[in-house]
């Protein structure tokens, strides 16, 4: 069956735009979660939604949102670029929220911010 | 802050060599969890340890956890050069929010 997938893999965008990155779960995955990988802070959860609500949140400014659709699929949204945005987002997926699941990852999409 | 922490941040052994990786975590947890990431990809579930349970087994892995210690370790037996990765350690806290270490680069030298 297919993988989680994020799309686009590759993203440049100039300072203060805005940018909508998506993910769709693998088939039956119902929670959806979203983390931002830098070199300097590693993995950083940004937010998880399980039946289109969103149930746990980083610490991130509210540049940062997301949301997830009736058909599990989610997208995130970036407002107001700053470089430090710059990083690879990896969205993963998992059958249900609140129990003892591990996540399925997709490949990322990588945003550079110029 | 960061809920895992793993030690060492890298770790290179030959072929065949077992190889450990320790992660410590701050808060209680529902469960533990361990990611390989191959470089610059998405990162992959090896295994997952309830806190009622210490030690489990899949395959060449063995992961153990103490919850009075707040740590837990997987050894990789028989390592084989495809195991050179960055393993992360995540920790499920409350709510089942998953957070990770920044992780161990283990390279398996042919």
């Known amino acids: 069956k297919a993988g989680v997938t994020q799309t686009p893999r590759y993203l440049i965008k100039t300072r203060g735009q805005q940018v909508t990155l998506s993910c769709s779960p693998i088939?039956?995955?119902?929670?959806v979660s979203w983390y931002q990988q830098t070199p300097g802070q590693g993995l950083q959860f940004l937010f998880e939604y399980f039946s289109e609500t969103q149930r746990n949140k980083g610490n991130f400014p509210g540049r940062f949102s997301g949301r997830q659709f009736s058909n599990s699929r989610s997208e995130m949204n970036v407002s107001t670029l700053e470089l430090g945005d710059s990083a690879l987002y990896l969205c993963a997926s998992s059958l249900v929220w609140g129990r003892d699941y591990g996540y399925t990852f997709g490949s990322g999409t990588r945003l550079t911010v110029v | 802050s960061q809920q895992g922490e793993e030690d060492p941040q890298a770790l290179s052994i030959q072929e065949g060599e077992n190889a450990t990786m320790n992660c410590s975590y701050k808060t209680s947890i529902n469960n533990l969890q361990w990611y390989r990431q191959n470089s610059g990809r998405g990162l992959v579930h090896l295994i997952l340890?309830?806190?009622?349970?210490r030690e489990k087994h899949s395959g060449r892995l063995r992961v153990t956890l103490d919850t009075s210690k707040k740590s837990s370790s997987l050894l990789i037996t028989a390592s084989r050069a495809a195991d050179t990765a960055s393993y992360f350690c995540?920790?499920?806290?409350?709510?089942?929010?998953?957070?990770f270490g920044k992780g161990t680069l283990l390279t398996v030298n042919p």
């Open positions: 995540a920790a499920g806290g409350s709510n089942y929010k998953l957070t």
């Open positions: 340890i309830r806190s009622n349970e």
């Open positions: 088939s039956g995955h119902r929670s």
